[in-house]
């Protein structure tokens, strides 16, 4: 079950994260860290009732992020819609004990399908360039890659962005 997030379910939002976290700095993979993401980037996404979550079995086992919000760093993107009528993904995360069962698809699945429902334009957002899995996930779902973007708390290496026309 998909649900929106709740208050409540922070702290085991930021264990599937952490855990995600050391998972991929074992494999070399520096995109999140101590800084990112954070609590207070989860209280905002549920201010903004944009913070899902996927329950199984009563346990959160992953959650995503479905905005209509562009962050700056977007800006010099030349994406393939324009900037008016967009869902922008962010923190997409499945506990690794969860991974390879299909869960980041049926979350990808729900915020494509939410987008249409909707009837946004285009779905947006970026994933780390040393991160392999993540970028054959999203092109394998037919997302497009546009250009790079920088987020230095993060890492020094870029973050390609992609867009999916609805």
């Known amino acids: 079950m998909i649900r929106l997030a709740e208050e409540k379910d922070i702290t085991f939002i930021l264990e599937i994260t952490k855990a995600c976290a050391t998972s991929m700095i074992d494999k070399g993979i520096f ?23 996927l329950e199984k079995e009563s346990n959160i086992v992953g959650c995503i992020v479905v905005s209509t919000f562009m962050d700056s760093e977007y800006k010099p993107i030349k994406w393939l819609t324009l900037n008016e009528n967009n869902i922008y993904i962010h923190r997409l995360a499945v506990h690794p004990k969860y991974q390879g069962k299909g869960y980041a698809q049926q ?3 729900f915020a494509e399908h939410f987008s249409i429902d909707n009837n946004y334009s285009s779905i ?5 360039s040393k991160n ?9 779902r037919g997302y497009k890659r546009l250009g790079d973007i920088y987020f230095p ?4 290496f870029p973050f390609h962005c992609y867009e999916l026309v609805l």
Do not use: C, G
């Open 153 to 156: 708390k993060q890492s020094d």
């Open 107 to 109: 979350l990808m699945d």
């Open 132 to 140: 392999k899995r993540n970028q054959k996930f999203y092109e394998l």
């Open 31 to 53: 995109q999140w860290n101590a800084h990112y993401p954070n609590a207070e980037a989860f209280k905002n996404d549920i201010k903004r009732n944009e913070l899902y979550v």
């Open 124 to 128: 947006r957002l970026d994933t780390f």
